[in-house]
T-cell receptor, first 117, second 111 residues
Framework: EPEVTQTPSHQVTQMGQEVILRCVPI?????FYWYRQILGQKVEFLVS????????KSEIFDDQFSVERPDGSNFTLKIRSTKLEDSAMYFC???????????????FGPGTRLTVT | GEDVEQSLFLSVREGDSSVINCTYT??????LYWYKQEPGAGLQLLTY?????DMKQDQRLTVLLNKKDKHLSLRIADTQTGDSAIYFC???????????FGAGTILRVKS
């Protein structure tokens, strides 16, 4: 069964460093997303990406964050200068296009735990 | 704005039914979802319901939607120890739109 994969599973970085979190969405999916979950808090939407551009972003997704689909398979989240409060589990998700406005399923990866020290 | 609230913890005995409740605020939500998260794993979609439906049944899972009260529930019949996990309620406006999650309900099943 196709699945979303994420690497690395755990990333430790020092404050102020840049990190890139990588995701391989399901191959025929067209919508891509990043969410994060700070320990003990809700899963929060960060950004959605469609047709090679950001379609929606949250207030959390400030200038420190960027996303890219550098090739036909990878979808990356970059944090330019990490802060302590960026420590969280980051989930990538992808979904297919449903014609007729039907329901869509966002398939989630297992997450990357980012620890900023 | 959008907000989704859930009770934090539920403990049941194996074989009993579990009912996990959720309330949401955005009346324009088109789809409502239940996701399951097991330890160390990602979010797995269990089921969804379209906002013009009142009920949906899928094997052991029954979803009830009260659109007037903006209340969603997930009933798991014959709960098993393997059902122990965190269950998240989520809402969205439709395909391509973000999911807004509740904080999750920890379900503990005692044998």
């Amino acid at each position: 069964e196709p699945e979303v994969t994420q690497t690395p599973s755990h990333q430790v970085t020092q404050m102020g460093q840049e990190v890139i979190l990588r995701c391989v969405p399901i191959s025929n999916h067209l919508y891509f997303y990043w969410y994060r979950q700070i320990l003990g808090q809700k899963v929060e939407f960060l950004v959605s990406f469609y047709n090679n551009e950001i379609s929606e972003k949250s207030e959390i997704f400030d200038d420190q964050f960027s996303v890219e689909r550098p090739d036909g398979s990878n979808f990356t989240l970059k944090i330019r200068s990490t802060k302590l409060e960026d420590s969280a589990m980051y989930f990538c998700a992808s979904s297919d296009f449903q014609s007729g406005g039907g329901p869509y399923e966002q398939y989630f990866g297992p997450g990357t735990r980012l620890t900023v020290t | 704005g959008e907000d989704v609230e859930q009770s934090l913890f539920l403990s049941v005995r194996e074989g009993d039914s579990s009912v996990i409740n959720c309330t949401y605020t955005d009346s324009s939500s088109t789809y409502l979802y239940w996701y399951k998260q097991e330890p160390g794993a990602g979010l797995q979609l269990l089921t969804y319901i379209f906002s013009n439906m009142d009920m949906k049944q899928d094997q052991r899972l029954t979803v009830l939607l009260n659109k007037k009260d903006k209340h969603l529930s997930l009933r798991i019949a014959d709960t098993q120890t393997g059902d122990s996990a965190i269950y998240f309620c989520a809402e969205s406006l439709g395909y391509g739109n973000k999911l807004v999650f509740g904080a999750g309900t920890i379900l503990r099943v005692k044998s």
